[in-house]
């Protein structure tokens, strides 16, 4: 059993042997945060305990099992919304102890990564590309619990760009979804966003998204402007901003690439759902590029079980006072 709630999405899942999904539950808050065009934590861990509850009961009960007969039960600790992260890592610490089950305490970016191996199994070495609305991460991955991070974000993340982009648009929340819909009927070539000048030194693999983003909200004056004879379509600033998004990550990926030698990519997150990204990726052919399906994109409980096996066959455990933490872990980390 693996349960989540690190943001606004309460999801619980069983999957067997570290592959097989049995249920996968996710219950959204959507609906609870657009209004606000941005995740509001306290509606979001409130809402969590209200739903936890049912949302591991229909776990159970989508895959036929009683609450003692799964094998263990896992939830994850960190990264994320630390009061939202709470509710199901205090729930599956519970749950556990109540039924004298081992307790995996995950972290969610690992879980992340180890989505597409819920479809087959992968070979070690690769290189890891993690795009979510909190992380950007490009890594090399020696095994499920072992990356070695080589280039990160200097300031916003990929997510964050394309939701932060979307609300002063209005676009939609979350951005992600929108722009990647609207951005297929756009030019992308209709502006030049500028890609920022990193990628020296020990910056060789990071990322930067902040100046890409206040260009293109600085586009909003046009935007808006009713006197402009011509003015810019949703559609052109959505492909084009997108073009300027992904570019900038795989600028970087492919610098790793080169480096590394590794010629296998797994993506992991939200952001891989981006239909640019994949379409991009599917273009180098001297690459194999994993991910997950779609619906395991975002945030679930079926990644954080699948990568719980892994633990659970090596004989590890969470001790019950293991706590929260809203920091992502401190991954090793190599400069070039
Ligand atoms: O992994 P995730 O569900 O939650 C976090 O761990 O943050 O990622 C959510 C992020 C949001 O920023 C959302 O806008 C983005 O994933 N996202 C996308 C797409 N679908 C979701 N970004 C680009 N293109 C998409 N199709
Ligand atoms: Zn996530």
Redesign the pocket.
């Known amino acids: 059993m693996g349960i989540e709630s690190?943001?606004d999405?309460c999801a619980a899942s069983v999957v067997e042997d570290g592959q097989r999904i049995l249920s996968n539950v996710v219950a959204t808050q959507i609906p609870f945060h657009a209004v606000f065009q941005g995740v509001v934590p306290e509606i979001a861990s409130r809402t969590h305990t209200q739903w936890i509850v049912g949302v591991v009961k229909n776990a159970l009960s989508d895959a036929g099992l009683r609450p003692d007969e799964v094998d263990a039960v896992a939830a994850t600790a960190h990264p994320?919304l630390l009061g939202s992260l709470l509710v199901a890592l205090n729930f599956g610490k519970s749950y556990a102890w109540s039924l004298n089950l081992p307790f995996i305490a995950v972290d969610?970016m690992l879980a992340?990564l180890y989505a597409p191996q819920l479809q087959e199994p992968l070979a070690y070495p690769f290189l890891g590309l993690l795009?979510?609305?909190?992380?950007t991460i490009i890594c090399r991955v020696d095994n499920f619990d072992d990356i070695t991070v080589l280039g990160t974000t200097i300031d916003d993340?990929?997510?964050?760009a394309?939701?932060k982009v979307?609300k002063y648009y209005g676009f939609g929340y979350?951005?992600?979804?929108y722009?990647?819909r609207l951005a297929a009927k756009g030019n992308s070539d209709a502006f030049r966003f500028p890609l920022p000048n990193l990628y020296k030194g020990e910056h060789r693999y990071d990322v930067s998204y902040s100046g890409l983003k206040t260009a293109v909200i600085n586009q909003l004056d046009q935007f808006r402007n009713p006197q402009e004879r011509d003015p810019p379509k949703s559609e052109d600033v959505a492909a084009a901003f997108?073009k300027t998004a992904v570019e900038i990550l795989l600028r970087s990926l492919f610098r790793a690439v080169e480096d590394t030698g590794l010629k296998t990519i797994v993506a992991g997150?939200?952001?891989a759902?981006?239909?640019?990204?994949r379409s991009r990726l599917a273009e180098r052919r001297d690459l194999v590029c994993h991910f997950p399906p779609l619906e395991l994109?975002?945030?679930n409980g079926a990644m954080v079980a699948g990568i719980a096996y892994r633990y659970l066959i090596r004989g590890d455990r969470s001790p019950l006072d293991v706590t929260a933490s809203a920091r992502v872990k401190a991954f090793k980390r190599r400069y070039p």
């Open positions: 690190s943001c999405e994320g969610h992340h795009v979510s609305g909190g992380h993340a990929v997510g964050e394309f939701d979307s979350p951005g992600g979804a722009i990647d997108q997150g939200g952001v759902a981006n239909s640019y990204l994109c975002g945030d």
